[in-house]
Structures are given as structure tokens and as C-alpha cells.
């Protein structure tokens, strides 16, 4: 059972999301500070949309703070169980990290997601999970946009290419997917490393935004 942790404060990105494995001490000095490479799968049921299969595999640093308390924690025994319903808690507390708007409005979630899992890929954590969508709206007609960001940019959320985005085969014919890819300016990001420096205002949840990709989902 998913139970979200409120005995800590919240800080940013993976402090928000391991908060019940990390400490404070073991954050790193560079901004952003943690990095997470982003797949989704469409999901699709009769010209509906139904949700989001997201997988995101965390970088060396990340994947060694996810399992700090316990770094020999076995997969399937009921500690691993415990930790990967604590991370998804904590991705839930967040909104999944994620907006999806069509004409400007957003798309509602589903509260719980339909499934989850927590794996290790060698020296990587992987998490995925599926988003589902609170009322499915029919594919066709306007066009959807997906942005998945840490709203602190304490985390650098990525995909790789437009072919981290998959589409089922049966929804390739009508549908398209286009991945917009922000470049910030020197300032911005002269701006985003000065965040680390002693004296600096402290975390800006605005500017993930401005660094986030966003994914177009067009189909006819």
C-alpha cells in the first residue's frame, strides 16, 4: 500500500522523491544535481487515451541515494517491496513530476497509478510505472502536450531523442509524436549553477519549467 511520507519537509527533487532513503548530507554541489533519462509508451485502448507506461532510469549518484539505507537490498523481499512503494509515494506527492494539457486544460490523473515497479539495472535504479488518466479522451482532434520536469531543476529530466516516446503500432499510422527540446539562454543557466552558491536565493520552483521538454502528441 502506497502511504506518502509527512514527517520530513520537502525539498527539492530528490529530496522530495527518496525522501524517506536520503539525507540532506548526501546532496551533491552542481546544479542540477541529479539526472534522470525519461521513456514513455502511449497507451491507448478503442482511439482513447488512456495513460502513460514511464520508465526513468536514474544516474550512478542517484541510483546509490535511492538504496543508501540498504545497499544489498534483495529484489523481491519485502524491504525492496517497502522501497519502491516509497518512492512511488513520493512521485505521487509530486503529481508524477508531470502535466498534460489539451487546449490549454489540463488532463486529469488517476489518483493511484495502475501499476508500479523498482528495478537495478546493474549500478542504475529504474522506476517504472503507469500513469493512467482519469477520464480518457478520444486521440483524435487537438493535440496533447506532455512535459515531465522537477519544477526545482534540481533534477535534469530527459528524453534522449524523440524514439524515447513510443507509440503502439497501431496508433502509428495516425498519430505523431514530436519532442521540443528548450535551449536556455547563458543567462538562464549561469543563473541555474549560481543557485548553488552560498548566499543564493535558494530553490526557484520556476525554473524547471524553462528547462523542460515537452512532447507533442498529435493525432487524426
Same mark, same amino acid.
Given at each position: ?29 552542481? !546544479? @542540477?544535481?541529479? +539526472?534522470? &533519462? $525519461?521513456?514513455? #509508451?502511449?497507451?491507448?485502448?478503442? %482511439? ?5 507506461? *514511464? ?49 490549454? !486544460? @489540463?488532463?486529469? +490523473?488517476? &489518483? $493511484?497509478?495502475? #501499476?508500479?515497479?523498482?528495478?537495478? %539495472? ?5 522506476? *517504472? ?92
Amino acid at each position: 500500500m502506497l502511504q506518502q511520507n509527512s514527517d520530513r519537509p520537502h525539498y527539492p527533487f530528490l529530496l522530495m522523491l527518496f525522501s524517506l532513503t536520503l539525507g540532506v548530507s548526501q546532496v551533491v554541489s552542481a !546544479h @542540477p544535481h541529479s +539526472f534522470i &533519462d $525519461m521513456k514513455t #509508451e502511449i497507451i491507448s485502448r478503442n %482511439n482513447y487515451l488512456s495513460g502513460f507506461k *514511464m520508465t526513468w532510469t536514474m544516474d550512478a549518484i542517484t541510483s546509490a541515494d535511492v538504496f543508501y539505507d540498504d545497499p544489498d537490498v534483495k529484489p523481491d523481499s519485502v524491504a525492496w517491496k517497502k522501497l519502491a512503494a516509497q518512492v512511488m509515494a513520493n512521485v505521487l506527492g509530486q503529481h508524477y513530476f508531470t502535466e498534460v494539457y489539451r487546449d490549454g !486544460h @489540463p488532463v486529469k +490523473f488517476d &489518483d $493511484m497509478p495502475a #501499476e508500479y515497479h523498482l528495478y537495478r %539495472n546493474g549500478q542504475q535504479a529504474v522506476l *517504472m510505472f503507469v500513469l493512467a488518466l482519469a477520464h480518457p479522451p478520444l486521440l483524435s482532434g487537438s493535440p496533447f502536450t506532455i512535459a515531465t520536469y522537477d519544477p526545482s531543476y534540481f533534477a535534469d529530466m530527459t528524453y534522449h531523442d524523440e524514439k524515447s516516446v513510443i507509440l503502439p503500432t497501431a496508433l502509428s499510422s495516425n498519430c505523431k509524436i514530436t519532442l521540443f527540446t528548450p535551449k536556455p539562454n547563458a543567462s538562464l543557466q549561469a543563473y541555474a549553477l549560481s543557485l548553488d552558491n552560498p548566499g543564493s536565493p535558494g530553490v526557484d520552483m520556476s525554473l524547471g519549467k524553462q528547462f523542460a521538454q515537452q512532447v507533442q502528441l498529435q493525432c487524426h
